[in-house]
């Protein structure tokens, strides 16, 4: 059986990975990737889609091929979406292997809890949280073109989402990639393999009323406040600056409207998409663990910080009116912990 790789745009991706979920082989199987366009989200999704598949099915072999050697297979290639599939596809370069100018970020695979023990190992006994925060650093210079308040913002966005996977995913591994485009807009993905919104919410008591389903969870999870770690009576008492408050998806989500971008949040058999408009899709995937898109326009970033503090407040106004939600940010919520 034969089954084609769409051009890999956000909304085909997750496309594609619905369709290939509801599938049932017996047959090898193999993909066709004829992908004329390709962009960081719809790749890695589509990556994560097909490995998740091969699991399912891992007695079947499988192949991939390309009989036309197109400019988005080119990049894919490029970036290390093939071998990010398997080691075993004789077909452009390795995960992380091909850094080398200011422009894009390849496939890569992040490891968190082996950056916290690097951090330590050169003699900073920083907590995870700041470790995070030095490799989302890191990460934003590749993109930030030597533009202080892009590396600002792209910092604190990198590193809210990577504080997600941390603190709730229940696995301390993520897949990233991302890319600066001509016209000045960036793009960033993270997606990690681990329980899901869902699950991760309803594990609070408190939250199982009203979070039943995968869209639920979605729509709850970019509201301010929101967070598996609510509890009315403690009410984030802890005197530690790095305690969840449910506000990182709310913020990057708003942020990205803010900056005439777009933002995508894909959970289990759900994903949402917020226009550049503020106008909002919701719609039917497959994944297992969480999706995030983030894409911005770099030309009207010229204070980070008061477009960080704007959108909190804004949040916490919002959080009043939230039964269950943190009322205020998280310090690191409202800004980054260590200067760049």
């Given at each position: 059986?034969?089954y084609?790789?769409?051009?890999?745009?956000?909304?085909?991706s997750?496309?594609?990975?619905?369709?290939?979920?509801?599938?049932?082989?017996?047959?090898?199987?193999?993909?066709?990737?004829?992908?004329?366009?390709?962009r960081?989200?719809?790749?890695l999704?589509?990556?994560?889609?097909?490995k998740?598949?091969?699991?399912?099915?891992?007695?079947?072999?499988?192949?991939?091929?390309?009989?036309?050697?197109?400019?988005?297979?080119?990049?894919?290639?490029?970036?290390?979406?093939?071998?990010?599939?398997?080691?075993?596809?004789?077909?452009?370069?390795?995960?992380?292997?091909?850094?080398?100018?200011?422009?894009?970020?390849?496939?890569?695979?992040?490891d968190?809890?082996?950056i916290?023990?690097?951090?330590?190992?050169?003699?900073?006994?920083?907590?995870?949280g700041?470790?995070?925060?030095?490799?989302?650093?890191?990460?934003?210079k590749?993109?930030?073109?030597?533009?202080?308040?892009?590396?600002?913002?792209?910092?604190?966005?990198?590193?809210?989402?990577l504080?997600?996977?941390?603190?709730?995913?229940?696995?301390?591994?993520?897949?990233?990639?991302?890319q600066?485009?001509?016209?000045?807009?960036?793009?960033?993905?993270?997606i990690?393999?681990?329980?899901?919104?869902?699950?991760?919410?309803?594990?609070?008591?408190?939250?199982?009323?009203?979070?039943?389903?995968?869209?639920?969870?979605?729509?709850y999870?970019i509201?301010?406040?929101i967070?598996?770690?609510?509890?009315p009576?403690i009410?984030?008492?802890?005197n530690?600056?790095?305690?969840?408050?449910?506000?990182?998806l709310?913020?990057?989500?708003?942020?990205?409207?803010?900056?005439?971008?777009?933002?995508c949040?894909?959970?289990?058999?759900?994903?949402?998409?917020?226009y550049n408009?503020?106008?909002?899709r919701?719609?039917?995937?497959?994944?297992?663990?969480t999706?995030?898109?983030i894409?911005?326009?770099?030309?009207?970033?010229?204070?980070?910080?008061?477009?960080?503090?704007?959108?909190?407040?804004?949040g916490?106004?919002?959080?009043?009116?939230?039964?269950?939600?943190?009322?205020?940010?998280?310090?690191?919520?409202?800004?980054?912990?260590?200067?760049?």
């Amino acid at each position: 059986m034969r089954y084609e790789i769409p051009k890999l745009e956000t909304l085909e991706s997750l496309n594609f990975a619905k369709k290939l979920n509801e599938l049932q082989i017996n047959n090898p199987f193999t993909f066709s990737a004829n992908m004329k366009w390709v962009r960081p989200f719809g790749m890695l999704f589509a990556a994560i889609a097909i490995k998740q598949f091969r699991r399912k099915y891992e007695h079947i072999p499988f192949s991939i091929e390309c009989n036309t050697i197109t400019d988005g297979i080119s990049y894919a290639a490029h970036m290390g979406f093939f071998k990010s599939i398997s080691e075993r596809i004789n077909i452009g370069k390795m995960p992380g292997e091909a850094f080398g100018n200011d422009n894009y970020i390849p496939i890569s695979e992040l490891d968190l809890n082996q950056i916290h023990k690097k951090e330590i190992e050169n003699g900073k006994p920083l907590i995870i949280g700041n470790a995070i925060e030095n490799e989302s650093s890191r990460l934003a210079k590749i993109l930030g073109r030597d533009n202080k308040e892009l590396n600002i913002l792209l910092t604190y966005l990198i590193r809210e989402m990577l504080r997600n996977i941390s603190e709730h995913s229940g696995c301390n591994k993520a897949w990233f990639c991302g890319q600066y485009w001509s016209d000045g807009m960036a793009e960033i993905a993270i997606i990690d393999e681990g329980i899901g919104i869902k699950n991760s919410l309803q594990k609070n008591d408190i939250h199982r009323n009203y979070v039943e389903t995968d869209k639920d969870a979605l729509e709850y999870s970019i509201k301010a406040g929101i967070s598996k770690a609510f509890h009315p009576a403690i009410k984030n008492k802890s005197n530690n600056p790095w305690d969840n408050s449910g506000f990182g998806l709310y913020m990057a989500s708003e942020i990205c409207k803010e900056l005439d971008g777009s933002f995508c949040l894909a959970t289990g058999s759900k994903y949402i998409y917020i226009y550049n408009n503020g106008k909002t899709r919701i719609s039917d995937t497959s994944l297992q663990g969480t999706a995030v898109k983030i894409t911005i326009s770099t030309n009207e970033i010229f204070n980070s910080q008061a477009i960080i503090s704007k959108i909190a407040k804004q949040g916490e106004e919002q959080a009043k009116a939230i039964r269950f939600a943190f009322k205020e940010a998280s310090v690191p919520s409202k800004g980054l912990i260590i200067g760049l």
